[in-house]
C-alpha cells in the first residue's frame, strides 16, 4: 500500500512543477512598465538657434569733409548727444577762402574779356571760334568759383540727424585728406537694430519678418520680441557667416555696443521624411542608424529601425521608419523587449 501512494507522489511532483514553469510566462507578459514618450509632430522638427549679436543704431554715419585740409574745430567727444543741424566741426577756411578769391576774380576778369570780344565779334573783327573761346572760359570760370563756394560750403559738418557721436578720429590741429571719415553719428531717429553672425546653413532657413526672443542683460532679463529687418546678401569673407538684422523697438536704456542673445525657431525642414526625435529614445545605434520603441494602440511596443541624419543639441534628425503621431519611448527603454506592454507617464510633445 505505501509502495503505491509513493508512487503516486512521484507523479504528482513532475505534475506540480510543469504548473509552475507554465505560470512564468504568463506573469511576465503581464508586466506594465511606466515609460515616458515623445510625439512626432510636424512642429517637432522646428529647430531652436541661440546667437550672440550686438546693438547698434540702425543707421551709424561717417561724416566727412568733401576737401582736404587742416582741422581748425571738434565741438564734440564720443558719446556725446548732438541734435539735429548742429555744427560738429570745421576746417580752417584761410586757403579755402583764398580759393574762392581767386575764382571769383578770375571770373570777372574773364567775363570782362568776353563782353570785349562780344564787342567785336558784332562789329565783325573777330571770327566766330574767338568768340565761342570766350564764352567758353565764362563758363569755366564759373564752374570754378560755384566748385570753390561748395568748399567753402563744406568745410564744416552739420548734424544731419538728431544722435550721438560714436567716433572721433580727428583732432583739432590735425591735416585731414578728403572724404576721411571725421566722425561718425548714430542717428538717433532710425532707432536701433540687433546684429547677429548666422553660419549659412541655418540662415538659408530664416526669412524677413521672422520673429525672435532678444535678452540684453544690460536692458533687462524680460526677452524683446523683434522682427528680422534684413539678411546679409553675402557671407562675411573672414567668417563665412551671414549678418542678420532685427529692427528692434523702441526702450530708454538701449546703447550701441551692448551685448545680447538672440533665440530663433528655425522652421521645419522639407527634406522628405526626416523627423526631429530626442537622443534619448535612441539605442542600438550604429554607423548611421539606431533603434526606437514605438507604442502601438494597444500599449505595446514594437522596434523601429531609423537612419541618423544629424545631431544636434539634444535632439537627433533621422529618417525612415517613423511619421507623424509615432509615439516613441524616450525613458524606461532599458527594460523593453518587443512586445513588452508599457504605461505611459507622461507624453512629451
Not at 556725446?80 to 571769383?104: C, E, H, I, P, Q
Not at 573783327?125 to 570766350?134: G, I, L, Q, Y
Request: aromatic content about 6%; charged content about 20%; hydrophobic content about 45%.
Amino acid at each position: 500500500m505505501s509502495s503505491k501512494i509513493f508512487a503516486g507522489l512521484l507523479l504528482v511532483i513532475p505534475l506540480a512543477s510543469c504548473g509552475d514553469n507554465g505560470a512564468n510566462p504568463k506573469i511576465a507578459a503581464q508586466t506594465i512598465h511606466p515609460v515616458q514618450v515623445f510625439t512626432v509632430e510636424k512642429q517637432s522638427l522646428e529647430r531652436e538657434i541661440n546667437a550672440v549679436g550686438t546693438v547698434r543704431y540702425r543707421r551709424e554715419t561717417p561724416l566727412g569733409f568733401t576737401t582736404s585740409g587742416k582741422v581748425a574745430l571738434v565741438r564734440f567727444e564720443e558719446g556725446d548727444f548732438v541734435k539735429r543741424g548742429a555744427l560738429l566741426a570745421a576746417l580752417d577756411t584761410t586757403n579755402v577762402g583764398a580759393d574762392m578769391s581767386v575764382a571769383t576774380a578770375e571770373r570777372d576778369r574773364v567775363r570782362a574779356e568776353f563782353e570785349r570780344v562780344r564787342s567785336l565779334y558784332a562789329d565783325g573783327w573777330v571770327t566766330k571760334a574767338r568768340f565761342e573761346a570766350a564764352d567758353a572760359a565764362v563758363k569755366g570760370a564759373d564752374a570754378r568759383v560755384q566748385q570753390a563756394g561748395f568748399a567753402r560750403n563744406t568745410a564744416q559738418l552739420y548734424a544731419p540727424s538728431s544722435g550721438v557721436v560714436l567716433m572721433r578720429n580727428v583732432q583739432a590741429g590735425q591735416v585731414i585728406a578728403a572724404g576721411m571719415p571725421a566722425l561718425t553719428l548714430g542717428e538717433a531717429d532710425q532707432g536701433f537694430v540687433f546684429r547677429v553672425p548666422i553660419v549659412d546653413r541655418d540662415a538659408s532657413k530664416l526669412r524677413i519678418g521672422m520673429a525672435a526672443n532678444i535678452v540684453i542683460e544690460s536692458v533687462g532679463k524680460v526677452p524683446i520680441t523683434a522682427m528680422i529687418s534684413e539678411i546679409d546678401g553675402r557671407a562675411n569673407a573672414a567668417t563665412g557667416t551671414f549678418t542678420v538684422q532685427f529692427r528692434l523697438p523702441s526702450q530708454p536704456a538701449l546703447r550701441s555696443g551692448q551685448i545680447g542673445t538672440a533665440a530663433m525657431k528655425l522652421p521645419a525642414s522639407d527634406s522628405g521624411d526626416q523627423v526631429q526625435i530626442p537622443a534619448s529614445a535612441l539605442f542600438g545605434v550604429r554607423t548611421g542608424e539606431g533603434l526606437v520603441y514605438v507604442v502601438r494602440a494597444d500599449n505595446r511596443v514594437e522596434t523601429r529601425n531609423v537612419a541618423v541624419e544629424r545631431v544636434t543639441d539634444g535632439f537627433v534628425l533621422v529618417s525612415g521608419g517613423l511619421k507623424f503621431g509615432d509615439r516613441i519611448v524616450t525613458s524606461g527603454l532599458e527594460k523593453l523587449r518587443t512586445g513588452s506592454t508599457v504605461r505611459v507617464l507622461i507624453g512629451k510633445r
